[in-house]
């Protein structure tokens, strides 16, 4: 299984970015897949993700202003993020926990807020 994350950037506070998150390989009864972020000197940290029934969770850093959503056919997760700050100035992360509870994590992109 490989995951392949795009779409990071230089962005100012207030604006937006779409990250994907495309996975490829033997991809099968995913449990969950999530977005982290690490920022600098700090610990990777969980934001958001869905859950094998398909409901949405989000960390509360992030609540209203982010939004996961996902494309089965394409085995695509995407992460809408709208009112950026430079808090959320960071690393980000996907990771796919597959059916067999193995679990893959993407290369990272970063996410740079600053005017």
């Known amino acids: 299984v490989q995951l392949q994350a795009s779409g990071g950037g230089l962005v100012q506070p207030g604006g937006s970015l779409r990250l994907s998150c495309a996975a490829s390989?033997?991809?099968?009864?995913?449990?969950?897949m999530d977005w982290y972020r690490q920022a600098p000197g700090k610990q990777r940290e969980w934001i958001a993700g869905f859950t094998r029934g398909g409901s949405t969770l989000y960390a509360g850093s992030v609540k209203g202003r982010f939004t996961i959503s996902r494309d089965n056919a394409k085995n695509t997760v995407y992460l809408q993020m709208n009112s950026l700050k430079p808090e959320d100035t960071a690393v980000y992360y996907c990771?796919?926990?597959?059916?067999?509870?193995?679990?893959?994590w993407g290369q990272g992109t970063l996410v740079t807020v600053s005017s």
């Open positions: 390989g033997s991809i099968f009864n995913i449990n969950s």
């Open positions: 990771r796919l926990l597959n059916g067999d509870w193995k679990e893959y």
